[in-house]
């Protein structure tokens, strides 16, 4: 407190991590001034507390979305070794963002061959969904009992 007997504000370096739905983290900083900690903690209701410390706070939160970057250019391909994984980029030669699960590509249709080696657009967390479970019966573990 001081003379006048206020409280100092609270000074807060503060780090907001978004989890996504495909595992990308976002984080985001910014310094923030608050007159107390249930000030700090009513705005930032909505997320959880990852760390505390005097100077500094880490909040998290989920986001029931796929992340920008794959918006903007997630592609679902095949790797080298048939996995299916998502690409920066139109598969093959992008970089790998995520890998899924091998694919027994004998067991392909043609015409789904040909859209994995093009590269399936991602824009939305429903096509996101729609791709990872069409595949699933593909998957070269399912027949191993793996």
Known sequence: MDAG??????????????????????????????????EFWAKYKN???????????????????ISPLLKANGYFGLNEEGVLAIFNGRPPYSQI???????DVKKLESRKQVELQKG????TRD?????LESFKPYSACEENGQ
């Not at 978004?18 to 107390?36: L, P, T």
């Not at 997320?47 to 979305?65: F, I, N, P, Q």
């Not at 963002?97 to 694919?103: G, P, R």
């Open 127 to 131: 096509r996101y969904v729609e791709v």
């Open 120 to 123: 399936i657009p991602i824009r």
């Open 5 to 38: 007997g206020q409280t100092e504000p609270l000074h807060l370096k503060v780090t907001l991590e978004k989890v996504y739905v495909d595992g990308e983290v976002s984080q985001e900083q910014s310094y923030v001034s608050v007159a107390s900690w249930e």
């Open 47 to 65: 997320w959880a507390a990852v760390d505390v410390g005097k100077e500094s706070v880490v909040l998290r939160k989920h986001v029931e979305d």
């Open 97 to 103: 963002i995520q890998s899924f699960f091998q694919i």
